[in-house]
């Protein structure tokens, strides 16, 4: 079976652009199969990102899949975007979608952390389910050792894919988890130091 966090270039046969109206801009991205939600933008995604505080400082957009989620928010608040992926095939679609909306990103071919250095201020994460719990709790895990002090990790997750076992999990790495929304089912979590 393939996932959307596994490179395979013979899935790549139907380029598509994907439009997306939030905050009273206009964006559009370039999907293809074989990546994450490639016929329409996530709809958890869009929910995390109507459900978070506005963001200063800098971006790390993990698993950023064709890059959504930290292109609309380094839009719409101007903090420096890191984008990352370990599929690097999404993330050429990253960055071309990047430039498609004018945002200025660093782009980081890297399996979690595995190639990234440094700290950010804000984390954001729709985690690869697909990829299984001991890969998302590596993700959170790095994840908070990767923040500046005071920044925060943002995910989205369905309760039916382990919402409250994510949250128990956030509680024993982090010093602070908020649910900032919680509706249908789904989850926007804020992870604090």
């Known amino acids: 079976m393939n996932h959307y966090f596994t490179e395979n270039p013979s899935l790549l046969t139907d380029e598509r652009t994907l439009a997306l ?3 009273g801009m206009h964006f559009k991205f370039l999907a293809n199969n074989g990546l994450f939600s490639c ?3 996530d709809d958890a995604s869009i929910t995390l990102l109507k ?3 506005p963001l200063e400082g800098t971006l790390l957009d993990l698993g950023c899949g064709y890059g959504t989620l930290g292109i609309v928010l380094a839009k719409k608040y101007g903090v420096m ?3 990352a992926d370990i599929n690097s095939i999404a993330l050429d679609y990253a960055t071309k979608n990047a430039k498609l909306n004018q945002v200025a990103a660093t ?3 890297s399996d979690s952390f595995a190639n ?3 700290v950010f201020d804000n984390i954001v994460l729709n985690p690869p389910i697909h990829a299984g719990k001991e890969t998302m709790y590596k993700m959170y895990a ?6 500046s002090p005071g920044g925060a990790l943002y995910i989205v997750i369905q309760k ?4 409250e076992s994510t949250i128990k999990k956030l509680g024993e790495l982090f010093a602070q988890v908020n649910v900032l929304y919680k509706k249908k089912g789904c989850f926007v979590i804020q992870s604090r130091q």
């Not at 790095?142 to 923040?147: G, R, T, Y």
């Open 21 to 23: 109206e939030i905050f």
């Open 39 to 41: 016929d329409k933008i």
């Open 51 to 53: 459900h978070m505080p």
């Open 81 to 83: 975007l890191t984008m």
């Open 107 to 109: 782009a980081i071919h």
């Open 116 to 118: 990234i250095t440094g």
């Open 142 to 147: 790095e994840s908070s050792q990767h923040l």
């Open 160 to 163: 039916k894919h382990g919402a």
